[in-house]
């Protein structure tokens, strides 16, 4: 009965609840450790426990029909070839108690199935056998009543965690991931969404360019999936522990939801890439504990330029990736007969390499008015920093003065990639320019941090910090990047995205290339 109360949320399944259950049970009942062999994966597909000594296999079953299931159950380790079987001298049967039972009959003697004899009255142990014992074996009755607490209390507090943090998940990949241009016209994945759902790989990362949709994908992918967890991959670096990453004990989430796929959504690797070494344990400890589960799956997304910080635990642990590359013609010709503003600067050369980035492609269709601004992709980003990151012309509050936005916007930035960080505090911003941010979609909140929206807008700042130290400089790069380095370990993945985006335009490569060459 306890059982079917706790599995009210629709979370856990009943005879996995019974089968946790019954290998603590077990262990009391006959005095040794009992292990899931589902879980060690050996090759026992009929039984569900075996003892610490390997002499005692253990069915375990809520099935309704017991005198079918023991006599099948028996039939397959008689025509098993498993080689273990040969130390096994018993076989037992944990079962819920149920009308059924009255029709069991004993396998002894003449009617024996293979090498091993089922006793009703030994080997079949029924939940109304438990409590009898308990009635008369004072210290089972102890042992027993210490297990049904122990395990009542953590299924209720797994069960009520895991609904707040599956909640929460779904809302933050909802609210912080975009996958719809300009709100309404969705790009056809579903060639791979197909290969994602249909693989038997259960660790996938994808990988692409900034701004290529991959945080897209994934939200498309677990749409229509029940268990989701999900965190930015800076929640790693952040967190003292596993657990404290979604307030949960994940061995007792892997354990209850045995017959129910979970799935872990870890988004933008990219961002602790550059972080020590050591501050990826939580990732890969993540894995090896999932690796035994099969269960759960892992999905990650991450920039195609920083997959080689991961190379390790993609190895490790076989991890499948997905290549996301750029649109297409035929894609950026499919949204341009829905919206004629593509259709129009389409022709224009200096399109070319910003039309084919989804994320670009985005911000023209749904927040760029005056497209004949864009010289270049730098003078894009630009645009972008000045108009839609700080506001620009639309600062529609007087009051507040654009260096006083800018200034807010670096904060945010600089500090959470200094501390590796979900996002900086709220309070320690000014409330009015965090609402500001906030209406116009700049930023999101998590709680009571916030961050940039997009990966791409820190990009951008970090690029325009970078722009002016380098433009201060005046040919002494030695001040120059003496100066970058006080932004801390986070600077160099920074560096090289703008090294890369300053080589993007000619002009650009000869300004760039004689600062270099010519000056001492």
Same mark, same amino acid.
């Given at each position: 009965?306890?059982?079917?109360?706790?599995?009210?949320?629709?979370?856990?399944?009943?005879?996995?609840?019974?089968?946790?259950?019954?290998?603590?049970?077990?262990?009391?009942?006959?005095?040794?450790?009992?292990?899931?062999?589902?879980?060690?994966?050996?090759?026992?597909?009929?039984?569900?426990?075996?003892?610490?000594?390997?002499?005692?296999?253990?069915?375990?079953?809520?099935?309704?029909?017991?005198?079918?299931?023991?006599?099948?159950?028996?039939?397959?380790?008689?025509?098993?070839?498993?080689?273990?079987?040969?130390?096994?001298?018993?076989?037992?049967?944990?079962?819920?108690?149920?009308?059924? %039972? #009255?029709?069991?009959?004993?396998?002894?003697?003449?009617?024996?199935?293979?090498?091993?004899? @089922? +006793? *009703? $009255? /030994?080997? =079949?142990?029924?939940?109304?056998?438990?409590?009898?014992?308990?009635?008369?074996?004072?210290?089972?009755?102890?042992?027993?009543?210490?297990?049904?607490?122990?395990?009542?209390?953590?299924?209720?507090?797994?069960?009520?965690?895991?609904?707040?943090?599956?909640?929460?998940?779904?809302?933050?990949?909802?609210?912080?991931?975009?996958?719809?241009?300009?709100?309404?016209?969705?790009?056809?994945?579903?060639?791979?969404?197909?290969?994602?759902?249909?693989?038997?790989?259960?660790? %996938? #990362?994808?990988?692409?360019?900034?701004?290529?949709?991959?945080?897209?994908?994934?939200?498309? @992918? +677990? *749409? $229509? /999936?029940? =268990?989701?967890?999900?965190?930015?991959?800076?929640?790693?670096?952040?967190?003292?522990?596993?657990?404290?990453?979604?307030?949960?004990?994940?061995?007792?989430?892997?354990?209850?939801?045995?017959?129910?796929?979970?799935?872990?959504?870890?988004?933008?690797?990219?961002?602790?890439?550059?972080?020590?070494?050591?501050?990826?344990?939580?990732?890969?400890?993540?894995?090896?504990?999932?690796?035994?589960?099969?269960?759960?799956?892992?999905?990650?997304?991450?920039?195609?330029?920083?997959?080689?910080?991961?190379?390790?635990?993609?190895?490790?642990?076989?991890?499948?990736?997905?290549?996301?590359?750029?649109?297409?013609?035929?894609?950026?010709?499919?949204?341009?007969?829905?919206?004629?503003?593509?259709?129009?600067?389409?022709?224009?050369?200096?399109?070319?390499?910003?039309?084919?980035?989804?994320?670009?492609?985005?911000?023209?269709?749904?927040?760029?008015?005056?497209?004949?601004?864009?010289?270049?992709?730098?003078?894009?980003?630009?645009?972008?920093?000045?108009?839609?990151?700080?506001?620009?012309?639309?600062?529609?509050?007087?009051?507040?003065?654009?260096?006083?936005?800018?200034?807010?916007?670096?904060?945010?930035?600089?500090?959470?990639?200094?501390?590796?960080?979900?996002?900086?505090?709220?309070?320690?911003?000014?409330?009015?320019?965090?609402?500001?941010?906030?209406?116009?979609?700049?930023?999101?909140?998590?709680?009571?941090?916030?961050?940039?929206?997009?990966?791409?807008?820190?990009?951008?700042?970090?690029?325009?910090?970078?722009?002016?130290?380098?433009?201060?400089?005046?040919?002494?790069?030695?001040?120059?990047?003496?100066?970058?380095?006080?932004?801390?370990?986070?600077?160099?993945?920074?560096?090289?995205?703008?090294?890369?985006?300053?080589?993007?335009?000619?002009?650009?490569?000869?300004?760039?290339?004689?600062?270099?060459?010519?000056?001492?």
């Amino acid at each position: 009965n306890n059982i079917k109360i706790l599995n009210k949320l629709g979370l856990f399944d009943n005879a996995t609840l019974f089968e946790l259950f019954a290998i603590e049970c077990a262990s009391l009942w006959f005095g040794q450790r009992f292990s899931n062999l589902n879980s060690t994966k050996a090759n026992y597909p009929y039984v569900d426990l075996i003892s610490e000594d390997k002499t005692i296999l253990v069915q375990v079953s809520t099935n309704q029909n017991i005198p079918q299931k023991i006599k099948s159950t028996l039939e397959k380790i008689r025509d098993s070839s498993v080689v273990h079987l040969d130390k096994i001298k018993e076989v037992y049967f944990f079962v819920l108690d149920n009308s059924s %039972i #009255s029709n069991v009959k004993d396998y002894s003697n003449n009617n024996q199935i293979g090498n091993i004899s @089922f +006793l *009703k $009255d /030994k080997h =079949l142990i029924t939940t109304k056998n438990v409590i009898e014992k308990a009635k008369v074996d004072l210290d089972f009755q102890k042992n027993l009543y210490e297990l049904c607490v122990y395990e009542r209390n953590t299924i209720s507090v797994c069960v009520t965690s895991l609904k707040q943090a599956i909640n929460i998940s779904k809302a933050l990949i909802e609210d912080s991931i975009d996958d719809l241009i300009a709100g309404e016209y969705e790009i056809n994945r579903s060639e791979i969404l197909s290969e994602m759902n249909e693989s038997t790989d259960r660790f %996938i #990362s994808v990988q692409g360019v900034a701004g290529s949709g991959k945080s897209a994908l994934c939200k498309k @992918f +677990l *749409k $229509d /999936k029940d =268990l989701v967890l999900f965190a930015r991959a800076e929640r790693f670096i952040e967190a003292n522990s596993l657990d404290s990453i979604w307030n949960l004990n994940l061995q007792d989430v892997f354990r209850y939801t045995a017959n129910k796929r979970i799935y872990i959504y870890i988004d933008a690797l990219e961002f602790i890439a550059d972080a020590p070494k050591t501050k990826q344990d939580l990732l890969f400890q993540l894995y090896n504990n999932a690796v035994n589960y099969e269960h759960v799956y892992i999905i990650t997304s991450c920039r195609s330029s920083d997959k080689n910080a991961f190379l390790k635990i993609e190895s490790r642990f076989s991890i499948k990736n997905i290549g996301l590359t750029v649109l297409e013609n035929s894609e950026i010709n499919a949204i341009a007969s829905k919206y004629p503003v593509i259709m129009g600067v389409k022709a224009n050369p200096v399109y070319g390499q910003i039309l084919n980035n989804l994320f670009y492609l985005n911000l023209i269709v749904s927040k760029i008015d005056n497209k004949t601004e864009i010289e270049n992709i730098n003078s894009f980003r630009s645009y972008i920093w000045t108009e839609i990151i700080c506001l620009g012309r639309n600062n529609a509050y007087p009051q507040i003065k654009p260096t006083e936005i800018r200034q807010t916007i670096e904060y945010i930035v600089l500090e959470r990639a200094k501390r590796f960080s979900s996002g900086v505090l709220a309070d320690e911003l000014d409330t009015r320019i965090v609402s500001v941010l906030e209406s116009n979609g700049i930023i999101v909140r998590n709680s009571n941090k916030i961050r940039l929206k997009y990966d791409i807008f820190e990009d951008i700042c970090f690029e325009r910090l970078i722009d002016n130290r380098f433009d201060l400089c005046k040919g002494q790069y030695d001040d120059f990047f003496t100066i970058i380095e006080a932004f801390g370990r986070c600077v160099y993945r920074r560096y090289q995205i703008w090294v890369e985006n300053k080589l993007f335009s000619r002009s650009d490569q000869e300004k760039f290339l004689y600062n270099i060459l010519y000056t001492d």
